[in-house]
């Protein structure tokens, strides 16, 4: 805990210096009347959403793009640019029906044309996007990724309101791909116009049109005009580019930032400071942290060996006390927020059960055998780390631990030259198959998300029947089935769900936390200075 006094120590210097610069901005001058100001902790790479991958570029384009569908606040697929849709009888033709009153920034009307010019465009090969694989069931998409047409023969515009897609297969999960950063519209004439420079200067028909981009200082975002009460209720949005937790920490308490994620060497003051622990706000995320197992070779090629590991954790301890109480214990990989009807596998299955842990790692002839847990450089990943050690000790196995940078670290567990590690998944869309699919599905051993090396074919059968049925409930069982199963097979220590959270501004109204990026608009939050 001496990094968190340490960090106290440092703010109150740092606030004493602020309060003592009368024209210093930390004490909240120079505010822009109605924007909410908020912080980024790196400049986006791009705002284009062809080529967007980091979280903060995909915070800000939610606010000045729209795609066919979006999330709700409970991850429900709601209409956005399509009013209304329909799916084919074999699942796999879905037509749009665009809304009437939607514009570009630039003024133009939004077509069903501008999205068949989107989605080909980031499957064209010359665009080099990251993100081909959010479009690529479409029928005809891989010979535009090959580069042999320009037109995916999926994709039709029936009329200047109506747009026809048509995957290669049915696909239960589609729509919630269409909700992605990769699905938003742009316009072609100022792709044309800007070329490469479009990221630096977007152009789209969401509530908030880019204002001012310093890069490295800060994005300024202006709400659009609209009839009242139908758009924004702010004027507009700063994001300031802070990279320093304790920076930051002064900004907010100096009245420079409206809201604060909350560093985890902060949380507990904020949550104890009787001036901000009503205003300390949390929401389980879209997460999973974990201890892989690689089951690809001894000892963890054995599903006892994992079981035992399992159960010689006592993970609510860890949680509780080294974590702070900062997320919820898993059950499975799927995060609680995406389980809706559906119920998780039962927690009781792995309780902390260290004597049985033992026996059965002396059953399987492994009493004081070594392995090895890699991690990451992070400070509170190896305090968790060195916790488990101490668990699997006791059980009898001899656990060393190897800190790594990250590049090393990813390469080493990507191909698969580790018995343990340390990581942590977050969504990419909010769907069970999103956990399910990439993390434990054999064509995903190694860099596509199934770094445990885990093989069922009974999993990999289950999970393709539920990507294949657009039926919610069907696919809600067969979820379910998929999840018990891969938990009898452990090839995780499922830990826990982080929870996010965020300290807020006396005079910020209406503040919520959204379960993933793309659904913040910022039409609901509001500012009274």
Known sequence: MAPARVSVALVLVLLVLAAALPGCPWRGEGRTPGYLHLRLSSNPTTLDPALIVDVSGAVIAAKLFHGLVRFNETLDIVPDAAQTWTLSPDGRTYTFRLRRDMTFSNG???????????????LRPATR???????????????????????????RVIDDRTLAITLERPFGPFLSLLGMTAAYAVPREEI??????FGTHPVGSGPYAMKEWRHGQRIVLAARPHPPDEGPRLQGIIYRVIPEDLTAVV??????????PVPATEYRRY????????????????????????????????????RAVNLAIDRQRILDTIYEKRGVLAAGPVPPPLRKDFPPPDPAG???DPQTAGQIIRDAGLAHAKISILVSAEPEVLDIVEVIQYYLKRAGLEAE?????????????????????????????????????????SANIGPAGNRTRYRDEAVDRIIERAQG??????????????????????????????????VVQPWVKDFRIYPIYSVDKGMDITVSK
């Open 401 to 441: 631990i190897v800190q790594l940078d990250w590049s090393a670290f990813k390469e080493r567990i990507n191909r698969g030259d580790a018995d343990a590690f340390w990581l942590s998944w977050w969504a990419d869309y909010p769907d069970p198959e999103n956990f399910l699919y990439p993390l434990f599905h």
């Open 192 to 197: 044309e116009r800007l070329g490469q420079d």
């Open 108 to 122: 133009r009307e939004v077509t069903a044309g501008d999205f068949r010019f989107s989605f080909e465009r980031i």
């Open 251 to 260: 900004e907010f308490e100096t009245g420079g930032l409206d809201v604060l």
């Open 129 to 155: 996007s990251p993100i081909t694989w959010v479009l690529d069931r479409i029928a005809g998409a891989r010979d535009v990724m090959a580069g042999t047409t320009d037109h995916a023969s999926g994709i």
């Open 469 to 502: 049925t657009a039926d919610p409930a069907e696919r809600r069982r067969l979820y379910r089935d998929a999840e018990d199963r891969i938990v009898r097979g452990a090839p995780w220590v499922f830990m826990w769900h982080r929870t996010d959270y965020f």
């Open 350 to 352: 792995y309780p902390y």
């Open 271 to 306: 949550t104890a400071d009787p001036r901000w622990r009503d205003r300390v706000f949390g929401r389980p995320g879209l997460n999973c942290y974990y201890l892989g197992l690689n089951c690809s070779r001894p000892p963890f090629d054995d599903v006892r060996v994992r």
